[in-house]
């Protein structure tokens, strides 16, 4: 019996496992960045509108490339006036025609390259758009992670200072203590709930943030772990920068402007147009009673742009300035992502020295303080208010840590952006 029983308990424990693995609410998972980036990807409208809008592009540049559709002519000629009869004739002839015309030298070609080079440039605008989101996505990650880290950090903080203000309330019961201890410990418990509910409203705000781009709550769901970003090779970024998404667009840019000042250089060139034409002819000659010939009709036609100075000269002006801005365009943007990679390598420095200040330094010295200090007033050598100075003290380094942290999580942040990843 004992070992039957024993194969029901393990069934009904197999069971409760089964069922915490399968019925545990969505809320308790823990939200990771990587699955946070996969999510706003896959839900953001603006990537698939930014990709239909380069396909097309694409077809655009090919029909762009085309000859124009030939030109077909239906009609009669010459016909009298006087009976308007289409037989009486002989001048009279029923006409068919086929006409093509032909664009000014390579402005064909220069089209289908003009807009290949659209559909490239909204390709680079795609890889653009895609790294701004995973930028922003980081950084409202990041923020609701360490509004958590904050939350828990001061709860671990109030749980201190209750300690603090128990042994406060017992050293009263023994005439060891005085009551200003105890309402000194309980002013700075009020203080701490105020800071705690300041950092619960920055975790609501960050959560909003982030479901925004996730398209649903996040409200309840945990941080995952934060990501090791401690490798920035510097001079791997600055050698990289010119390949930057950000200016693949305005490079592109500046090679559709060097076509466009092709495309207004070809305006210089006549535009051709071949006709051929088919006369029926139904009346007879008047001389020899015999029926007249029908006619086959053969055309070249050729535009001369002789007035250039208001058309193209002005429309070649136009296009070398275009030109001329895409250029500065892409050099003040390029100037700008140099200027932000060096100013982020700097804070980045600096914030790792800070933090190896308060990892190494402060944070053990407050510490060491702090327990000093607790030996001492147990041992009737340190006030109340010399122990909870140093108490808070140490707290607020551990706070303080924790933010120079986030705020090396934000710059890390940007130089990914800055790396394109």
């Known amino acids: 019996m004992s070992s039957v029983r024993a194969l029901r308990l393990a069934g009904l424990a197999s069971f409760i496992v089964v ?20 999510i706003a990807l896959e839900g953001d409208d603006s990537l698939p509108r930014i990709e239909a809008l380069a396909d097309a592009r694409a077809e655009h540049a090919v029909a762009d490339g085309a000859l124009p559709d030939p030109e077909v002519t239906v009609g009669y000629q010459n016909i009298p006036v006087n009976s308007f009869s289409t037989s009486d004739d002989m001048m009279t002839m029923a006409m068919v025609g086929v006409r093509q015309r032909f664009p000014p ?33 980081r950084q409202a990650w990041l923020d609701w992670y360490f509004a958590h880290q904050g939350i828990s950090l001061a709860r671990t903080i109030e749980s201190s200072l209750e300690e603090l203000a128990e042994l406060a309330q017992r050293r009263l019961a023994t005439a060891a203590s005085h009551q200003r201890d105890v309402s000194q410990a309980q002013l700075e418990l009020a203080a701490l709930s105020q800071r705690i509910i300041e950092l619960e409203a920055q975790r609501d705000v960050a959560a909003a943030e982030l479901s925004r781009w996730l398209g649903g709550s996040v409200k309840g769901r945990p941080p995952g772990e ?24 305005p490079a592109i840019r500046v090679e559709q402007g060097r076509l466009d000042t092709e495309l207004a250089r070809e305006t210089y060139k006549p535009m051709w147009m071949v006709e051929f034409s088919y006369g029926l002819r139904r009346g007879a000659d008047m001389t020899t009673g015999r029926s007249v010939s029908d006619t086959l009709t053969g055309m070249v036609s050729v535009n001369v742009p002789l007035f250039s100075r208001n058309r193209q000269d002005r429309r070649l002006q136009g296009a070398m300035r275009e030109r001329d801005a895409a250029r500065h365009e892409h050099r003040d943007q390029l100037r700008q992502l140099a200027g932000m990679l060096e100013s982020r390598l700097a804070l980045w420095q600096r914030l790792n020295d800070l933090a190896a200040l308060y990892r190494e330094r402060l944070l053990p010295a407050a510490r060491d303080t702090s327990a000093d200090t607790l030996s001492a007033y147990r041992n009737d050598r340190a006030t109340f208010d010399e122990l909870i100075r140093a108490r808070i003290t140490e707290l607020d380094l551990q706070l303080e840590e924790l933010d120079v942290e986030r705020q090396r999580g934000s710059i890390r942040i940007g130089l990914l952006y800055l790396e394109g990843q």
């Open 226 to 249: 934060l990501p090791d970003w401690q490798n920035v090779a510097a001079e791997q970024l600055r050698a990289a920068l010119p390949d930057h998404p950000a200016l693949q667009g």
């Open 19 to 38: 069922s915490a693995v399968f019925f545990t609410p969505a809320s308790a998972q823990t939200l990771t960045l990587e699955d946070a980036l996969r």
């Open 105 to 137: 030298g390579r402005t064909r070609q220069l089209l289908r390259n003009r807009g290949e080079f659209d559909a490239q440039a909204l390709r680079a605008d795609h890889r653009h758009r895609t790294l701004e989101i995973r930028t922003e996505v």
